[in-house]
């Protein structure tokens, strides 16, 4: 098994519409493609007053390293864009692959 995590820093002030829209729209356009067997959304927690915003671990599993790079290649690049036309800079993320041993 192969983990695309997809770690999120999200504003306080667009959380709520960010939590609606990955579950009813974002996550299911991903895993519509038929990449991914399943997946978890996750908050971090923290306990740092002085934190900014809310972070989120969004977690994809597939089958295969080839099932993810099929995803990076032929799909990741239109639906990240629309995530980011969506949140511009209120959002901040990167990625990381991990594999299962």
Not at 27 to 42: A, D, Q, R
């Amino acid at each position: 098994m192969v983990l695309y995590n997809v770690t999120v820093n999200v504003e306080d002030g667009v959380l709520q519409d960010w939590m609606t829209w990955m579950k009813n729209h974002h996550i299911p356009e991903i895993m519509s493609t038929g990449c991914f067997v399943e997946n978890k959304m996750l908050r971090l927690i923290n306990d740092d007053p002085e934190a900014q915003g809310q972070t989120f671990a969004v977690q994809y599993y597939a089958k295969s390293m080839s099932m993810v790079n099929d995803y990076l290649q032929n799909h990741a690049p239109a639906i990240a864009q629309k995530h980011v036309q969506r949140y511009m800079n209120r959002c901040v993320s990167f990625r990381t692959v991990l594999e299962e041993i």
